[in-house]
């Protein structure tokens, strides 16, 4: 069925603005490849974000900053092409948005390229004008603020934000400027439950949470997190699965069956006519030597040119 089809159309912005209208929580979850993707479309999730978050996950990177554009682009074509329905959301790297040019001609490469339909940017006030530019380019925009990753070498360490008076004002402030900057819905990370509830009850767009408490308009996860497959778990996030445990028991069920011949069996090969097998090997009556007296018990030598 093709992904045009009414039965499998894209959501955009305006349906998960609808959604937010409408009181519905929003579920929003991470995703880096082809077959993922897939699966999460079937469940229902509306939003996928293909977060720079795979540097840390996927790639093996410690932060998040080493990420670059065609890293990004390559896993945003996979995700697209796995899922026909949800909304895809791709993560602007580390200084892929310095300058609104740059933001502009990144962008563009995630619609254009990628396939994406919205792109997400960190910072509040700071990236404002950023925000703008694209939206009136054309481009829809998630914000992010409270902790914001490709920050980590200026905040030192991972850390719940806006504890303080100073802090906490300065998130409000962040918030309603990515809401005036044209952003359809904005993430809050790392934020206190209760600041993170009176952000959401100041904004018209949809506010994201991860560690931000259940006031938020929605939640997302970081798929290895909701997944189980990673060996750390954060505060913040509930593994559904413990699916580290079921691909080590599946590895090493498969080492044992290789190690003692039981894989690959009977259902797993295929056969030829034995016939046919004895012709190719030169076992057939009409092999013989020159003399045409002796057969040719060794068969063909395999460098033979047949």
């Known amino acids: 069925m093709s992904s045009t089809s009414e039965s499998t159309r894209r959501l955009t912005v305006v349906d998960i603005a609808r959604m937010h209208a409408d009181g519905e929580r929003i579920a929003m979850l991470t995703a880096y490849d082809y077959p993922t993707a897939g699966i999460l479309d079937e469940a229902g999730i509306p939003m996928l974000l293909v977060g720079d978050s795979l540097g840390q996950v996927m790639l093996g990177y410690e932060t998040t900053v080493r990420v670059t554009m065609d890293e990004m682009l ?28 740059d933001a502009v001609r990144n962008a563009g490469r995630f619609l254009r390229e990628a396939g994406a339909q919205t792109v997400k940017v960190e910072g509040g006030v700071r990236t404002a004008r950023v925000i703008e530019t694209l939206v009136r380019a054309g481009v829809p925009v998630m914000g992010h603020i409270g902790l914001t990753p490709q920050a980590i070498n200026a905040l030192g360490k991972v850390r719940v934000q806006g504890r303080t008076r100073e802090a906490a004002r300065a998130l409000l402030h962040d918030a309603l400027a990515v809401q005036e900057a044209g952003a ?56 559904y699965a413990d699916m580290r445990a079921v691909i ?45 007296s002796q057969r040719i018990e060794a068969g063909i030598p395999l460098d033979r040119d047949l």
């Open 74 to 101: 390559h896993h945003t074509k996979a995700v697209v092409r796995g899922a026909h329905r949800a909304l895809i959301v791709a993560d602007m790297p580390f200084l892929s948005y310095a300058t609104p040019d």
């Open 248 to 292: 080590l028991a599946a590895a090493a069920a498969y080492r044992s069956e290789v190690e003692a011949g039981t894989f690959p069996g009977a259902a797993q090969s295929s056969r030829m006519d034995d016939a046919i097998l004895d012709e190719v090997l030169g076992h057939t009556p009409d092999d013989r030597t020159a003399e045409g």
């Open 184 to 239: 359809f819905a904005v993430v809050l990370e790392l934020v206190p439950e209760q600041l993170a509830a009176a952000i959401t009850a100041r904004l018209r767009i949809p506010t994201i949470g991860i560690g931000a408490g259940a006031g938020c308009s929605g939640q997302v996860q970081v798929v290895t997190d909701f997944l189980g497959l990673g060996t750390f778990m954060p505060r913040h996030a509930k593994a």
